[in-house]
């Protein structure tokens, strides 16, 4: 496949071109995207709460209030919240299969917020770490189920973007966090730290508004028989409503009938990841996605990065703020300008150009550091910090968005919550050593501690080379046919061999249901009526 693939004027679903849509051009997708994007700011809660703990270690007025926590308390302050999350994950799945996508989102808020109302009114560090956890347990919750209400969502046409760019606004709390409490740093009272605290809860106050504007995922409504309501929902988020549209159709049959074909043929329980050559192919890569993405060095500047610059002579905390601040909107920037590249220069390309130049990038911060130690030459400090600048360039070309939206569009219906929830186990474990383990080495080796990231990025690029395929312009439920072959069950217009025979000799009907009602989102209901 090329490295690059320059936009068509169509779109390819079921075997069949169509053209190509502006979206800020189509009113009903319009503000339905607008809304979605208020309601899945999950991963922005995320983004935030790492630098603000990266920005709240800097702070005086916090070290006063818990009376300057050493490195192992500060590495079970951030790693306690990788706990809460591995706690959540076990009933994760089950909230947003049998409740519903928007439900877990809503569950996982709620708790959040309450997390950081103790938080923010922490007397002491236990209380501190306590409302931790629970924020924690309410990310995992809500983190399980926003990527599938996205990924299940939206039009076909955008799902690539609208996926990474979930994932990407996790730069957007980081930067909000990191000016904060750049700001608040000048406050001589502990509202320099409760403030920042205070703020982490708005994405989830303005998720638990939103997420109710939106509609359900329509493959959500299939797998539990609202089969009039999904289509509705298809027509409403893809063509004006139009529930004839050969699109909607064409989406229609090939979701009911792949949904279908995976209840009756195919398990969904965990042992189901690792029965077949194509799914034990998916959990190697959810697997390496989760612990690639955040142990690849990235972990040492997004928790500690006051530890990183201390080791080269940067010790005032508005210096470290700065540079913290700036990096921010860096990885910003180039994490969103690349949702917009996904397709045209495909998924495997990028991660392998991502890991290539994140692990020359770190060599070089390694020899820079190495350099600063022995001669504690300025210049060397110096290009320390522009080489954690180019790393961070190299990781947004893939990690930070493709993250969530490669575990998604990878995985089956029946398995896409599950196998969502193990990559973020991969997460939450490598945070947790991360966290606990970062702050301790950092301490007793110093910059030797750095060679360890390299010889592991070395394997990460391997690892990307043997597994990662391209799933470049392809149909949600059309990617199985990478990883299962003729054995994938798929349906609708390109349904392999395997699944037109079983939908034959199991008298499976998939046609459109006969309506009657139409409920467009945010309207009042209009009658309409289905051949």
Known sequence: MPFYTASKKTFEVGGKEFPRITWYKEPGIRGLYVLLMLAVLTSATNGYDGSMMNGLQTLDEWKDSFNDPGPSTRGLLNAIMSVGSIVALPITPYIADIAGRRVGVMTGCIIMVIGVVLQSIGVNIAMF????????????????????LIAELVHPQHRAIFTTIYNSTWYL??????????????IPSA?????????????????????????????????????EKALHVLATAHAHGDIHDELIQIEYHEIRETITLEKEFEGNGW?????????????????SLGFFSQWSGNGLVSYYIGDVLKGIGITKSKEQLEINGILQIVNFAVALGMCFMIDKFGRRPLFLVATGGMLVSFCAWTICAARFHITEVKSAANAEIAFIF??????????SGLLVGYAVEILPYKLRAKGLTL?????????FFNSYVNPVALKA??????????????????????????????????????????????????????????????????????????????ENEEKRTAV
């Not at 770490?129 to 629970?134: E, G, K, T, V």
């Not at 403030?195 to 509609?215: E, G, K, T």
């Not at 990559?423 to 945070?431: G, K, N, P, R």
Request: aromatic fraction near 14%; hydrophobic fraction near 50%.
């Open 423 to 431: 990559m973020f186990l991969a997460v939450d474990l490598s945070l």
């Open 129 to 148: 770490i306590a409302a931790r956890f629970l924020i924690g347990f309410g990310v995992a919750i809500a983190h399980g189920a926003a990527p599938l």
């Open 445 to 522: 080796l110093g910059w030797k501690y750095y060679i360890v990231y390299d010889v592991w990025l070395a394997f990460e690029l391997l690892i990307v080379y043997l597994f990662y395929i391209e799933t470049q312009n392809t149909a949600l439920e059309e990617i199985v046919k990478y990883f299962d072959g003729e054995d994938a069950l798929l349906g609708g217009n390109l349904a392999t061999d395997k699944a037109r025979t079983l939908l034959v000799e199991n008298g499976i009907d998939t046609k459109l249901p006969i309506t009657t009602e139409h409920h467009e989102v945010g």
């Open 271 to 287: 042992l189901q990841l690792f029965k077949t050559k194509g799914n034990r192919h998916r959990l190697v890569i959810l697997i």
């Open 390 to 399: 180019i790393y961070y360039v190299f990781y947004n070309c893939a990690w």
């Open 173 to 186: 709390g980081s930067i909000v966090a990191a000016w904060l409490t750049y700001g608040t740093n000048k």
């Open 191 to 227: 509202w320099s730290w409760r403030v920042p605290s205070m703020v982490q809860a708005a994405p989830s106050i303005i998720q638990l508004i939103a997420i109710w504007l939106v509609p359900e995922s329509p493959r959500y409504l299939i797998s539990r028989g609202h089969n």
